[in-house]
């Protein structure tokens, strides 16, 4: 009796300990089939199984695509299609209902075709269906106990558990991929219009970007960062967009209220940018890019290292293209002209840092023929 609930303990505290795991893994993977490998491979260690694998239903054809497959024919079975007519996972699929089978060797019929097809000789299995807004949407399955004891009860309930996880997963994922891909596409067409604002015949975001990403590679920056300003770099004009194009495209300098309204571009960037999840971070180097390294910069007038390093390397960046590009009321100057104009600059207008950066950055990307 004792032993019975030391057993029951034990397999309650894997339990907990998968959906401890899982509950993890959900919350810091954003790739859908990564995350369904994770899934599936911490399965199979908890419940003691030799495979696992999960199949998604085609709403099109109504057949099932195997998704993840922990065996070494895992790439053979990806590429298999299960109908919901046939064998173990179709019954699965067709009924709603998860399955114990502890006699495989007896119904052979039931698996014959991704056996015969793979090698893998199944003895054991437990299926349970996989539930989206309602409905079946696939079929999460182990395979073979490990030590050659049947499925249980409780392999059955740590399955359900596994399914239900799975399919809130699924949808989250989902639903950020989609969020995301509709911000960008919203991101992509407001800096399609803010391009077609400038006096230098398009293609400055872009180039600035490209120009920034040059000196954050010479500094000791991590990926996330570098991600960062690659989207400050290309959104750090979008406040433009409020700029009338009388004050935009005048010949003349601006009046002081004209400049006061250039001046609110950051501002009004950051206020666009701030909501969106993924630019959160990126909105503050938008803000910022107009600030100088001596303080007299704007918005803020902020001063040295109190600048985010980003906003130092768009500001230098910014310029540089600047100074490099034709524009309606001057000349472009030479590249040569242009460094020689940040280097005077650096300590005052610019940080110093982002110069070297950007100048040793510059000439390394010319050499590797960039
Ligand atoms: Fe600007």
Redo the contacts with the bound molecule.
Sequence with gaps: MQKLRNKATQVNSARLDLLDKLVNKIKSENKEDRLLESIMRLTCSVVNAAASSLLLLDEGNQELLFKTAGVTEGKQLRRLHVSRQSGIIGWIARNGKPLIVNDAEKNRQMHQFIDEATGFRTRSAIGVPLIMNGKVAGVVEVLNKLDGTDFSRQDLQILTGVATTTALAIEKVRLNTNLLKSYKSTVNALVSLADAKETSGGGHSRRVSEYALIGAADMALSSKQKQTIEYAAIL??I??LSIPDNILNKSGNPTDEEWEVIRK??VVGYELLKDIPFLQEASRLVLY??ERYDGKGYPQGLQGEGIPIGARLLAVA?AFDNMTTEHSYRAALNRQHAFAELRRCANSQFCPVAVKAFNSGFVKSRLSGK
Excluded: S, V
């Design positions: 750090h004009d406040g433009k571009h950051p890019h107009h910014d």
